[in-house]
Structures are given as C-alpha cells and as structure tokens.
C-alpha cells in the first residue's frame, strides 16, 4: 500500500513480546534468518482468545473489510490477538487466495483485445509484495510509522510476494492483459521498487507508477484516481484493479471490476 507520511495512519496489533511462529510459510517463504525472530515464543505463547471477543473482534473485521467501519486509526484493544492471529495464520493466506480466484474468475469474462489496451492495475504493498518482515521488527505496527525507517526497508528491495497475488499476476498476464503498477511509494524509490518487484518473481508489467513532486499532500483516493484517468485518457480500458486499501479502488476513473484484498491492520485514505 502506499506509504506516504502524511496519508499513513498506522495501527499497532501486537507486542513484539508475544510474537507467534505461526506465521504460514505458504503466505511469505519466511527464511530460518526470519524465524529465528521468533524464537521468543518457545518461552512465550500468546493467550487463548475469549470466545467474546473471537466473535466481536471477527464482525469488527467484516465491518473494515466491507469500508462499513470508514476511516478509522486504532483496532479495538480486545483484538490485538485476534489480529495477529488472522494475519499470521492460515485465515489470511486463504483469503488472498479466494480474492484472487474471483479476479481470475471475472478476468476470464473479459474478451481480452488484441490491441494490447485491456488493462489490470495492481497497487504494489500489501498487495503484491508484503511488509510482514519490516514489521516483525517494528513491533508488527505497534509503534509510530517511522517514515525513514519504512523507507530503508523499501530501499532494501527484500520484501516477499503475496503467493496468490503473483499467480494471478502471471495468469492475467498470459491471458493478454496489460499490468499497470500503481503504488503511493515516490519517484526515488523507483529503481529499488523494480528491484524488489523482479526478485520476488514479476516481471513485464507496462508502467510502474509512483509520486511525483505534484502528487505530494494528495490523499491517496485522489491521486491514484487521476493516474488512472491518466490511463484511461490514453485509451486503456482499465478492467481489473487490486488493492488492499478503499483508496486503491474507489474515487473516480474506477475499474470495471475492484477487488480488495484483506488488510485489517491500517487505513489509508
């Protein structure tokens, strides 16, 4: 998801303290360099959930996901647990999963052209490439969004695919779709970013689309919708987009199909 500072509200859903090894190895290929962060939880294992809180904190999670909840900045205290556990487990890969097979599924009632102007745009974090590794060691979000230290890690290029996002990445590809990448991260991260995108595995994409100076204050509704006016202007027929945030998706030049990914952890307006 894009980053900008001004845009960011970050949320904090766990204390490194408690941190699980949980984590699904088919969400993030996590290396044993990584796992070995999470040694601490043979000492500490996080307490059960309350089946009060299971249910409340699951409703909470419908209302973010659906954008009934608006803009918000904080989970409920009550739900830290639950969100750890729905963002490290199985729960989260399964739904990338089924996002991206109802993608797939409404791709292929697309008569794709031969024109090469049938377009998919994908936002790039939390989408394409995940940040778990980054927030692993800044306390999984629970500390205020450090600009310069986000930043580094951007600069780092190391940040794994989403497993479902790069298969359905290649299979829009093979079915004659044009790939727009359209990312709230600046002009200067540009050659990191194309660094980071190839070494998780995509490839071929038509324009990576990021900041500009004149992008600077926008929120992120705004100026992803006038980089995709832009696109439309030029003659693509923007079929698909994919993102883990409202802002990604709604505005104006919208897709004609959205999809939105699961993020329960922070909005971005």
């Not at 993030?28 to 299971?54: C, E, T």
């Not at 419908?62 to 009934?68: C, M």
């Not at 939390?126 to 500390?143: A, D, I, K």
Request: charged share 20%; glycine share 6%; aromatic share 14%.
């Amino acid at each position: 998801m894009a980053y900008a500072h001004q845009n960011f509200i970050a949320v904090l859903f766990i204390s490194f303290t408690f941190m699980s090894t949980s984590f699904s190895q088919s969400i993030l290929g996590i290396s044993p360099q990584l796992l070995d962060l999470f040694a601490i939880n043979r000492v500490f294992r996080h307490r059960k959930i309350p089946n009060d809180d299971a249910l409340y904190c699951d409703s909470w999670r419908f209302t973010v996901e659906t954008n009934n909840a608006g803009l918000w900045s904080m989970i409920p205290q009550r739900c830290i647990f639950f969100v750890q556990d729905y963002t490290t487990g199985d729960r989260y890969s399964s739904d990338s999963a089924a996002v991206a097979d109802l993608s797939l599924a409404f791709a292929n009632t697309v008569n794709v052209s031969n024109d090469g102007m049938d377009a998919w745009v994908f936002d790039i974090d939390e989408t394409l490439l995940s940040n778990l590794p980054y927030y692993v060691e800044h306390g999984f979000g629970s500390q205020i969004f450090d600009e310069i230290a986000f930043d580094k890690w951007v600069n780092e290029a190391n940040a794994p695919a989403i497993p479902a996002s790069l298969k359905l990445y290649k299979e829009l590809q093979q079915r004659g779709f044009t790939i727009f990448l359209l990312t709230g991260r600046i002009e200067n991260q540009r050659n990191k970013t194309e660094r980071n995108m190839v070494h998780a595995g995509y490839s071929n994409w038509e324009r990576l689309i990021l900041r500009g100076p004149s992008d600077k204050g926008k929120l992120a509704t705004q100026y992803k919708s006038e980089k995709r006016k832009e696109l439309e202007d030029e003659g693509y027929r923007i079929r698909g987009n994919s993102g883990d945030q409202w802002s990604d998706l709604t505005g104006f030049s919208v897709a004609e199909r959205s999809f939105k990914l699961p993020n329960p952890m922070y909005y971005i307006a």
